[in-house]
């Protein structure tokens, strides 16, 4: 059984191995424009979507198992992408300074003209961040190419107060949750 994990990120092909030793991750080049209309809610599921359906349109093996998956950052019903510089990674973290906000991530499992999608909720507390806590995280080269502009694997762990949720969501894959969904899924193959 061919399983292609459509995503470039590093951390999502260290979680996939705790699924499956067996699967290729590849890079997709869908595009990520988001409706107008959409939910921010409902935005990771519909791009893990198109990702599972860009890697399945650029796959030989039509009968591969794809599984399509992206996070979403959810502050006051907007939500923060990967910051463009540190400006915008300030106000990010600002925002997210002594709140509460939704990390959402969205899976879509497909094969041929099957496709199952999921989304998986977190909520992340920030404690109240200093200037200090702000400059000393914005200089490190890590909130850049995170949602939300923080990486809860790594020193960012040090702005969270608690997790309510999948802690692995928050790092990219709900690893519980697309586990059984994907037994699930090839259980009716």
């Known amino acids: 059984m061919n399983i292609i994990l459509a995503s470039a990120s590093p951390r999502r ?11 290729t991750a590849v ?10 209309n959409i939910a921010p809610e409902e935005a990771s599921e519909y791009l893990a979507k198109i990702k599972a359906e860009c890697a399945l349109r ?3 093996d039509k009968s591969a198992i794809i599984i399509g998956c ?17 400006g915008q990674c300030r106000a990010f973290l600002e925002l997210l300074s002594g709140r509460t906000h939704k990390v959402v991530t969205g899976c879509a499992i497909s094969s041929g003209a099957k496709m199952r ?10 404690r109240h961040l200093s200037d200090e806590d702000i ?16 990486a ?3 020193k960012g762990a040090l702005l969270i107060e608690k997790i309510d949720g999948d802690f692995f969501n928050v790092v990219g894959l709900p690893v519980s949750k697309l586990n059984i969904e994907l037994k699930k ?5």
Request: proline share 4%; net charge negative.
């Open 27 to 36: 890079s997709t080049d869908a595009d990520e424009t988001l409706p107008e």
């Open 70 to 86: 992206d996070t979403t950052v959810i502050c006051d019903n907007h939500i923060l992408g990967k910051p463009k510089n540190s």
């Open 185 to 189: 899924f090839i259980n009716t193959l």
């Open 117 to 126: 999608s999921f989304s998986v909720v977190t909520d992340v507390t920030f």
């Open 152 to 154: 809860v694997q790594g």
């Open 135 to 150: 400059n000393d995280y914005i200089s490190t080269d890590e909130p850049y190419d995170k949602a939300g502009g923080y």
């Open 58 to 60: 650029n796959t030989d």
């Open 13 to 23: 092909r260290e979680l996939m191995n705790l699924i499956t030793e067996d699967f």
